[in-house]
Nanobody
Framework: QVQLVESGGGLVQAGGSLRLSCAAS????????MGWFRQAPGKDREFVAV????????YYADSVKGRFTISRDNTKNTVYLQMNSLKPEDTAVYYC?????????????????WGQGTQVTVSS
């Protein structure tokens, strides 16, 4: 079982940047995909980005493509989400998640471990 802890959230103005971190511990293997999801008030949790164990196959939701970058450092067992050109629509609680395999997926059900989330608020 993997324990995940997100950090780096905060309040920024539109056009600003934030870098989220997700520290993982207790994993049995590093060959699983890692993803970021977000949930705004009154809305369902939605996919943001995913990356394989080797750092390949990064995939992004259309709403963040070109603005967000997902990466991971396996030596530190940490996943990152660099968020640039932030918009008020990006306001949400951001969750880090570990998939059940190394296969890239955008489906919530394919992720078995979740962090508690970190709040990102973008003001206008």
């Amino acid at each position: 079982q993997v324990q995940l802890v997100e950090s780096g959230g905060g309040l920024v103005q539109a056009g600003g940047s934030l870098r989220l971190s997700c520290a993982a511990s207790g994993r049995t293997s590093s060959d699983y995909a890692m993803g970021w999801f977000r949930q705004a008030p009154g809305k369902d949790r939605e996919f943001v980005a995913v990356i394989t164990w080797s750092g390949g196959g990064p995939y992004y939701a259309d709403s963040v493509k070109g603005r967000f970058t997902i990466s991971r450092d396996n030596t530190k067992n940490t996943v990152y989400l660099q968020m640039n050109s932030l918009k008020p629509e990006d306001t949400a609680v951001y969750y880090c998640a570990a998939a059940r395999s190394g296969v890239v997926s955008t489906r919530l059900t394919d992720f078995g471990s979740w962090g508690q989330g970190t709040q990102v608020t973008v003001s206008s």
